[in-house]
């Protein structure tokens, strides 16, 4: 098997692409993708100040990774969501991983906001789903700390398996509002609200592990406990499936939508009136944020629980 570019003897086969490669090219591949979803949908400039969403797991940690390599000015963010032993041990390697790639690494602690709680414990308490208020909390933070610090851009780790997975699920319900904001740039659109960024949006998962793994760059193995049961992982399931009969499936899905998205929805239903939240001043479709609410329903319950509560 020899490498399609250079002929040499290839290391790896890209089964989405069916396209043998070798080291040095696969690297080039990869990193070339993230290149141009950055053009493509004008992510960012060399003179921003990016703040990359850092949670151990592959995705962001190579985003991270290769947004440094390319010469970007970017930061990371680890948004602790309870504490104890392993939450320690993961915020020890991505500190290591800071050093190693040049980096700063901030570090915000959800359970400030919780009552000392972690999220896991708070939706016990909120009866809520683990995995959305989770998700909710994280979205929150992140977006609080880059406006916070200044950052011009705050880029997740999402990849192309994430993004058209969502967007099976957001079509299937003809969820329009959510399929409009599967883009992968979301501008900013409040004064409190930064621009987010999703630079592995064309890149596949396997090859975003592969890529890891060759680099050796850390990363947590295990997923969160909690996202077993997601429904997105059903739309993930059904991809795969539709990927391993078509090869490059998933890839023309999602890009289908990225051509015809302003064709089938008109731009000006685009816009979603964002308030300022009463509480906390950032944006909220509502009056009070779901942050805040979450936060006021938390403390009234522990409050009757417990009786002493403060904030
Ligand atoms: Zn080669
Ligand atoms: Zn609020």
Redesign the pocket.
């Known amino acids: 098997m020899k490498c399609r570019i250079c002929k040499k003897e290839a290391i790896v086969k890209l089964k989405h692409y069916n396209l043998p490669l070798c080291e040095e090219h696969f690297y080039e591949f990869f990193e070339k993708r993230v290149k141009k979803a950055i053009g493509k949908f004008g992510m960012f400039s060399n003179d921003d100040r990016i703040l990359v969403a850092v949670s151990g797991g592959k995705d962001s940690m190579v985003v991270w990774y290769v947004l440094r390599k390319l010469g970007y000015e970017a930061d990371g963010l680890f948004i602790r969501l309870g504490n104890g032993e392993n939450i320690d041990k993961t915020q020890e390697m991505i500190k290591d991983f800071a050093k190693d790639i040049g980096g700063n690494l901030i570090v915000e602690d959800a359970t400030r906001y919780l009552y000392g709680l972690s999220t896991f414990e708070a939706t016990r308490v909120l009866r809520r789903s683990a995995c959305s208020f989770c998700g909710m909390v994280k979205r929150y933070l992140m977006n609080k700390v880059a406006v916070e610090m200044g950052y011009d851009v705050l880029a997740t780790g999402h990849n192309l398996d994430d993004e058209a997975s969502q967007l099976l699920g957001n079509i299937l319900h003809w969820q329009k509002g959510y399929v409009l904001r599967s883009w992968p740039v979301l501008e900013k659109t409040h004064e409190k609200f930064v621009k987010k960024v999703k630079p592995l949006v064309l890149n596949y998962e396997d090859d975003i592990k592969l890529y890891a793994e060759m680099r050796k760059i850390p990363f947590l193995k295990e997923t969160c406990p909690f996202s077993i049961g997601a429904t997105s992982k059903v739309y993930k399931k059904m991809l795969s499936v539709l990927e391993s009969d078509q090869r490059g499936a998933m890839l023309s899905f999602y890009m289908g939508y990225i051509r015809e998205k302003d064709d089938f929805f008109k731009k000006d239903e685009e816009s979603v009136n964002l308030n300022s939240?009463e509480?906390?001043?950032?944006p909220?479709t509502s009056k009070?944020?779901y942050?805040?609410r979450s936060r006021e329903k938390l403390r009234e319950r522990l409050g009757r629980k417990r009786g002493t509560i403060e904030g």
């Not at 509480?279 to 950032?282: A, K």
């Open positions: 939240c509480i906390c001043g950032y909220t009070v944020c942050f805040c």
